[in-house]
């Protein structure tokens, strides 16, 4: 049974609008992230939270809010969004810091088209 | 900033027939090198994990870490049509806190 979950798995957006990417995980661990990957590029860092009611920014945070409401919950928020949003989001978990030696655990992504 | 860049972009081979997965990295201090495989619309599922110069085999995914060389690759022995899926290369600096993902290969294998 999968252990990081996302929903929904697809959506389309209006322009402005607000959208929110839910994320579940049952591996217990403390860290939880969230990606997004567009077609030529890698995987990048959008937020991250090691404990419930905090978040930290990654590496694109801009026009994204995050809320860890939960060890197992972790939201991405996008207020206003726009076309540039369009991509893939993947939540992940992990039992610690990503980059220092810890295995990320990805959900299956969640397909986000800004129209 | 880490740069990591996977090639080819594309790759297309035989079924039972060698796959070799490139990648190369310009932080030389980087610790670990991990492969992990997307199939189209799932996951990314981690292959395999390498710290040191050499090479780590898991089942029929071997990787080859070269750190003078600032380089380690992806050989998948007997790849099959269900290994067709995107591999991504991901480099983690210990010091910096930081995993830095490859683009990505996309691999098919034809029957």
């Known amino acids: 049974e999968a252990a990081v979950t996302q929903s929904p798995r697809s959506k389309v957006a209006v322009t402005g609008g607000k959208v929110t990417l839910s994320c579940h995980q049952t591996?217990?661990?403390?860290?939880m992230y969230w990606y997004r990957q567009d077609t030529g590029h890698g995987l990048r860092l959008i937020h991250y939270?090691?404990?419930?009611?905090?978040?930290e920014k990654g590496d694109i945070p801009d026009g994204y809010k995050a809320s860890r409401p939960s060890q197992e919950n972790f939201s991405l928020i996008l207020e206003l969004a726009s076309l540039s949003q369009t991509a893939v989001y993947f939540c992940?978990?992990?039992?610690?810091?990503?980059?220092?030696?810890?295995?990320?655990?990805f959900g299956e992504g969640s397909r986000l088209i800004v129209v | 900033q880490q740069k990591v860049q996977q090639s080819p972009e594309s790759l297309t081979v035989s079924e039972g027939a060698m796959a070799s997965l490139n990648c190369t990295f310009s932080?030389?201090?980087?610790?670990?090198f991990r492969w992990y495989r997307q199939h189209s619309a799932k996951g990314l599922e981690v292959l395999v994990s390498?710290?040191?110069?050499g090479e780590k085999e898991e089942g029929r995914f071997t990787a080859h870490l070269n750190r003078a060389n600032l380089h380690v690759s992806l050989h998948i022995r007997e790849p099959q049509p269900s290994d067709s899926a995107v591999y991504l290369c991901?480099?983690?600096?210990?010091?910096?806190?930081?995993?830095?993902f490859g683009q990505g290969t996309k691999l098919s294998i034809k029957p």
């Open positions: 390498i710290f040191s110069d």
């Open positions: 939270s090691y404990v419930a009611d905090s978040t």
């Open positions: 591996n217990n661990h403390d860290y």
């Open positions: 991901a480099v983690e600096n210990y010091n910096q806190g930081k995993l830095i």
């Open positions: 992940a978990s992990s039992p610690g810091q990503g980059g220092s030696g810890n295995t990320l655990y």
């Open positions: 932080d030389g201090t980087s610790n670990n």
